[in-house]
Every structure is written in structure tokens, then in C-alpha cells.
């Protein structure tokens, strides 16, 4: 049997398509319906809000390259 505690679980929605959920929110789209359509939790939306909210994709490549580089 192969361990797979070392192994990091990958979303199923990238960072662009996080941000583009946001960014209907942002725009007006009730929070209900943006879950029921994309099929995500309540917390999960939050935890992208509190992470994701306001930045760009530009951004968030950033954020992700700087997260690989230190190892985190």
C-alpha cells in the first residue's frame, strides 16, 4: 500500500475560476444561487472570499508561485 500522506489534495476549481466565482458575486449574483450553480459549500465560499476576495489572477498566480517557492 502507497502512503499518501504527502500527497497535496488539488482543488477541483483553479484559482481563475475561484476568482471569476468572486467577481459574479461582486457583481450583483446572490450568494445562494452562485453556490447552487457551482456546486460549492457555504464555507468553502467564505474561505475563497477570505483569501481570494479582490485580487486578480495576475495576483493569485503570484501568490501561488511565492506559496511554491518558500515551500509552504
Known amino acids: 500500500m502507497r502512503s499518501e500522506r504527502n500527497v497535496v489534495r488539488r482543488g477541483r476549481f483553479s484559482e481563475e ?6 467577481k459574479e458575486s461582486d457583481a450583483g449574483v446572490e450568494t445562494g444561487e452562485l453556490r447552487r450553480r457551482h456546486g460549492i ?3 468553502c465560499f467564505y474561505r475563497w472570499k ?19 517557492e518558500t515551500g509552504s
Open 41 to 43: 459549500a457555504r464555507a
Open 17 to 22: 475560476q475561484i476568482i471569476a466565482v468572486l
Open 50 to 68: 477570505s483569501k481570494y476576495g479582490g485580487m486578480e489572477v495576475s495576483e493569485a498566480m503570484r501568490l501561488r508561485a511565492l506559496g511554491e
